[in-house]
């Protein structure tokens, strides 16, 4: 994790523009099938960057951002001023959900974040956010797909799982029945859909 995290700080430090400028297409994607409620709900965002998607779930909710670079945490913060309904955090993903109450939260969120961790990792993460959501609560995540132009590069070192080239951390790339291992972890799926032009896979599932 600390070699992760130094990794993440490395590349915001030296590219000011990481993953700034407009929100994604995969947050206008899932905001778009959120539950219509008259109060805000309660959004973890998980690897939330420097905010662009932050801020616009919290233009209507009440949104938890993580991350665990602090180079990133610190530009978010910096570009979110006047949001009152946005909290970010330093913190590692995992540590960040456990460290939530059961059934607090109607909403996790998490954009390209799932690639980089080891299946125990990754196992024990989405069993925490299967912990932390309400009943009915959603689970939105987009993965990097095996169409990506980066796969295939380096050595493979598990079932699309890719390190080296451009890769200097494992990358695991999806492919849509190996989607399946997050729904197994206890969550029920909503919809899968295949942005072609993106190369993500973008995934809704619900806690039961």
């Not at 919290?58 to 990133?72: F, G, M, P, T």
């Not at 080891?118 to 912990?131: F, Y």
Request: hydrophobic letters at 40%; aromatic letters at 12%.
């Amino acid at each position: 994790m600390a070699d992760r995290r130094a990794l993440s700080n490395r590349m915001y430090a030296r590219n000011p523009d990481r993953f700034a400028g407009a929100p994604s297409h995969f947050v206008e994607w899932a905001v778009a099938r959120f539950p219509q409620t008259d109060e805000p709900l309660q959004v973890l965002e998980l690897g939330c960057g420097v905010g662009r998607d932050s801020r616009v779930l919290a233009a209507v909710h009440e949104v938890r951002a993580v991350d665990h670079s602090a180079v990133a945490i610190e530009r978010a913060r910096a570009g979110s001023s006047g949001f009152s309904h946005l909290h970010y955090e330093e913190n590692e993903a995992y540590e960040a959900v456990a460290s939530s109450a059961a059934g607090s939260v109607d909403i996790v969120y998490a954009h390209a974040l799932y690639m980089g961790f080891t299946e125990k990792e990754l196992d024990e993460l989405i069993a925490a956010v299967h912990r932390v959501l309400r009943p009915g609560g959603l689970h939105f995540f987009a993965v990097r797909a095996t169409t990506d132009p980066h796969y295939g590069q380096g050595q493979e070192i598990a079932p699309d799982v890719w390190y080296g080239g451009p890769h200097e951390t494992p990358m695991h790339y999806y492919r849509k029945e190996t989607l399946g291992r997050f729904t197994r972890l206890g969550f029920q799926r909503v919809e899968a859909q295949f942005r072609s032009d993106l190369h993500l896979w973008f995934v809704c599932e619900r806690r039961p």
